[in-house]
């Protein structure tokens, strides 16, 4: 399996940015997205995650209202548009998935990991 992210880099604090991560290597139809994000020095957060059997969602607190997330079942795509982008959003933003399919923004719950994209958001 493996993960490839993009769409990552720099903008504004009030801009947007949309990620993108493709999957690639499996054949599941039940499994589950998610976006995690580390700033340096800090620990592992979860943002979002998104079912692709029933496009169930979940968001953290700290993006819910500006971030959104959304996928391409048939593209193995997940999308996160990230809008009113503020200097703490920046981070190595990181694709994951869970094969399991579980709607969880616990970050042992997943099972591959694509390689981060970084964003950074300048005040």
């Known amino acids: 399996v493996q993960l490839v992210e993009s769409g990552g880099g720099l903008v504004q604090a009030g801009g947007s940015l949309r990620l993108s991560c493709t999957a690639s290597?499996?054949?599941?139809?039940?499994?589950?997205f998610g976006w995690f994000r580390q700033a340096p020095g800090k620990e592992r957060e979860a943002i979002s995650c998104?079912?692709?059997?029933?496009?169930?969602?979940s968001y953290s607190d700290s993006v819910k209202g500006r971030f959104t997330i959304s996928s391409d079942n048939a593209k193995h795509t997940v999308y996160l548009q990230m809008n009113s982008l503020k200097p703490e959003d920046t981070a190595v933003y990181y694709c994951?998935?869970?094969?399991?399919?579980?709607?969880?923004?616990?970050?042992?719950?997943?099972?591959?990991w694509g390689q981060g994209t970084q964003v950074t958001v300048s005040s």
């Open positions: 994951a998935v869970d094969l399991r399919g579980h709607i969880s923004l616990l970050w042992y719950e997943y099972d591959y």
């Open positions: 290597g499996f054949t599941y139809d039940d499994y589950t």
């Open positions: 998104i079912s692709m059997s029933d496009l169930t969602t």
